[in-house]
């Protein structure tokens, strides 16, 4: 498989076009995007950019303030990981309700006509404290049909949970009742779960006895495994070609390995994508079938570091050796999802510009995936106080709201730009530039990493840059990146070693072509030669060697 370069986007932010912005508004103040717009005319602009697939956050209906209880509803958009019904689609991203599946499975179509993948969420750890599905195929059995409440625990219940207590929180519940009290979505085994929790879902029963000492009942298989294995292979019979699996680690490993192989023997191109926080469990999933999983604790940790803390570049390198040859390919990188802070927040580093030394290294390092999230392209800030979600650096996923940077560049549904800014110009075609690269170039999609930052000595600051080849044959790449906030020359030494474990041929009148902003140089590409790149602040270069 090429790398796989993702375009996160929620449709009712991205496809959002009134720029009203009130607090805590509702869905008529505030707009809300919907499927049908997004157009032919917005997914050439997202292939124009350089992605592969795209990936379709908050489809599958979940918990809104206007069809649920408020009360246990996270803002009135409501969290698209609260989900009420696995089998359909959000009714706010429609344009007609009774359609709904019909505008998605049209949006497949023309996501795949544009020559792009179709990702959405796989939420398999727990659901919205109101699920019922009303789309359910027939003879299909709901989630909780047939349980036993009054079991705190056993393999034949799809839920867990507190008998004897009633489901209660410091709060109006506003007429909701359950009882017995299901134990909460984040492992919260109490029937009143604090505000910080996910107190508006409950999790799913995959089989493990957790006030039982962490025993594994999985003979015979839970009754919740093969209702999650249909609700895989409904995804997979309307186009879907892969799902972001949140939470992955929080669902026994044992059943991914059940289910993703049943899954790929009908539909064998299909992904998973995990998010996985545990370095530990990460050999566990990769062996139970995902394709990719999430770095965050590792490359993602350490580039905002880097980026926003003064830590020094050079450690990037035990980054990527702590995975080896074998894992590294699979470790999806990332500087921007809907969890994460903006990089152009207060909470980050300010500006979407000082981004681009990590940015380069994210998509260039190696062939496995690279995710950039709806806006960051445009330096969108995510400082605004949206209403549930306040002021943090984030772009809300519980609000009705208009991202300003990207409804300037949607200008009203035309994807032509028309009101960007200069600022939002030159972001997005550096984005453009290196996606653009990264999807073409056979050294960053199939070639070796070779890094050079250890052989570097005099004229190259190993605390604020960095520097690697990337190469097949017939294409060497020479990637350099400086996190300094000042213009700099850079003195970059090709180790002999190099040459020799790459097999490169050495070139004594060489020309290097900047394939990020373009221009031509003559060089010498020697062993133990050193090359000079002037870089400006927050700046890198991405070197094509003939």
């Known amino acids: 498989m090429n790398k796989p370069i993702i375009y996160q986007l929620f449709p009712r932010l991205f496809a959002n076009f009134n720029d009203t912005r ?17 157009t032919e005319r917005a997914l050439k602009a997202i292939v124009d950019l350089g992605a592969t697939h795209v990936w379709y956050t908050g489809v599958i209906r979940h918990a809104t303030a206007q069809y649920n209880n408020p009360a246990i509803t996270k803002g009135k958009a409501g969290s698209p990981y609260a989900i009420t019904d696995y089998y359909d689609v959000d009714p706010d991203l429609a344009k007609d309700e009774a359609k709904r599946m019909h505008e998605f499975e049209a949006l497949v179509q023309r996501t795949h006509e544009a020559g792009l993948q179709v990702l959405i969420d796989f939420v398999p750890n727990h659901v919205a404290r109101e699920y019922k599905s009303l789309c359910k195929p027939k003879g299909v059995k709901d989630l909780g049909e047939g349980d036993h409440p009054e079991w705190a625990f056993s393999p034949l219940n799809d839920f867990y949970y507190i008998p004897g207590e009633r489901f209660s929180m410091d709060i109006d519940l506003q007429g909701y009742e359950e009882f017995p009290a299901k134990v909460t979505g984040n492992d919260c085994f109490t029937s009143h779960p604090g505000k910080d929790d ?3 879902t409950v999790k799913l029963n995959y089989g ?4 039982g000492g962490m025993e594994k009942q999985f003979d015979p298989i839970p009754s919740v495994w093969p ?8 995804w997979a019979s309307k186009g879907v070609d892969g799902v972001r699996v949140d939470m992955a680690e929080m669902v026994p490993v044992e059943f991914f390995a059940w289910a993703i192989g049943q899954v790929k023997k009908k539909y064998k191109k299909f992904i998973f994508i995990g998010e996985c926080y545990d370095p530990s469990k990460y050999d566990a999933y990769l062996s139970a079938g995902f394709d990719y999983l999430y770095d965050k604790v590792g490359m993602y940790d350490y580039l905002r570091g880097v980026t926003s803390k003064g830590w020094p570049a050079e450690g990037i390198t035990g980054q990527w050796m702590q995975h080896g040859d074998r894992r590294l390919p699979h470790m999806l990188y990332f500087l921007e999802n809907h969890d994460e802070q903006r990089i152009a927040s207060g909470f980050f580093c300010g500006s979407g510009r000082c981004a681009e030394p990590a940015m380069t290294i994210a998509a260039t390092l190696h062939q496995g995936p690279v995710l950039i999230y709806s806006g960051q392209e445009l330096g969108e800030r995510g400082m605004d106080m949206e209403g549930f979600s306040g002021m943090d650096g984030r772009t809300s996923i519980f609000d009705y709201w208009g991202m300003k940077n990207v409804q300037q560049w949607t200008n009203r549904g035309k994807f032509d730009g028309e009101r960007m800014n200069d600022a939002q110009r030159e972001i997005r075609t550096y984005y453009q530039q ?21 052989a570097q000595g005099e004229g190259f600051d190993r605390h604020k840059q960095f520097a690697f080849l990337r190469y097949i044959k017939g294409e060497t790449l020479l990637v350099v990146v400086n996190f300094h906030d ?4 850079i003195r970059v030494r090709i180790p002999n070693d190099a040459f020799v474990y790459l097999g490169m041929e050495e070139k004594a009148k060489a020309t290097a072509t900047d394939l990020l902003r373009g221009g031509k140089s003559k060089l010498e590409f020697v062993p133990d030669g050193t090359i000079e790149v002037p870089l400006e602040a927050w700046k890198s270069v991405i070197l094509k060697i003939k």
């Open 227 to 234: 209702k999650m294995l249909d609700i895989l292979l409904f």
């Open 486 to 489: 000042r213009a700099q020359n």
């Open 208 to 211: 493990v006895y957790y006030q």
């Open 434 to 454: 290196l996606l653009t690269t990264a999807r073409s170039s056979k050294a960053i999609q199939k070639g070796q990493l070779y890094d050079i930052t250890y």
């Open 198 to 200: 996910w107190y508006e």
């Open 22 to 38: 009130k607090y805590n508004g509702t869905k008529e103040e505030n707009g809300c995007g919907r499927f049908v717009d997004i």
